[in-house]
């Protein structure tokens, strides 16, 4: 199977914040920059649809309204909470050249990489398999995860600590994979210097 990731420089506890917000404002901008969109998603889940799941307007409405949710359906409420993150942090989507149509065991791989450099703080795990933010429900097929900014700072610090002996001692392809990490780590410190808000490095696994 193969697997991707979209990623964001972030704000963690604003997207999360979202959940429940009734956020009229937001809801307005979903539906007029969503229209084609929602309509696309609405035709590929049309089979689940037609058994009770939400179409994409009714999943963007129930996580803004903190539920209520279809246990069955996680993965609709797990899009729509994609969709809110695409809409917030539309210009700070990330590379994922070395994340895109990937198998399962690369992640492994990677993170074996990142340990291998005294990369520690940051874990791959913890960016994409932490489950998606209560109170939405499992989403089956799609990951969630995020490094808050603290844990970007420890993870470029780790980073700059490695050796040129122990980078050149990696697989060049798991190199270029750490690589595309320091690059989103350092997105995220950069935005957060650089504006009053503290950004972080926000994934989705699907």
């Not at 398999?129 to 610090?157: K, N, Q, V």
Request: contains cysteine; charged residues 20%.
């Amino acid at each position: 199977m193969s697997l991707s990731l979209e990623i964001f420089a972030a704000q963690p506890d604003r997207l999360q914040r979202a959940i429940g917000s009734r956020d009229a404002r937001l809801l307005h901008g979903l539906r007029t920059t969503s229209v084609e969109q929602w309509a696309h998603d609405d035709d590929y889940w049309a089979q689940e649809i037609a058994v009770g799941g939400p179409t994409s307007s009714s999943a963007v409405r129930a996580v803004l309204g903190g539920g209520p949710f279809d246990e069955r359906f996680g993965h609709l409420y797990g899009s729509a909470f994609l969709n809110i993150c695409r809409f917030l942090f539309a210009d700070y989507e990330l590379s994922n050249e070395y994340f895109s149509g990937f198998r399962s065991g690369w992640l492994v791989d990677v993170g074996k990489g990142l340990r291998q450099l005294g990369i520690t703080t940051p874990q791959l795990d913890d960016l994409v398999f932490s489950g998606m933010p209560a109170p939405l429900p499992d989403s089956e097929g799609l990951g969630y995860g995020a490094w808050d900014t603290a844990t970007c700072r420890a993870g470029l610090a780790q980073w700059q600590a490695s050796t040129a002996q122990q980078r050149a001692e990696l697989h060049p392809e798991v190199l270029g994979a750490v690589e595309n990490c320091i690059a989103w780590m350092s997105e995220a410190v950069l935005l957060s210097d650089q504006t009053p808000e503290e950004f972080g490095v926000v994934a989705f696994l699907g």
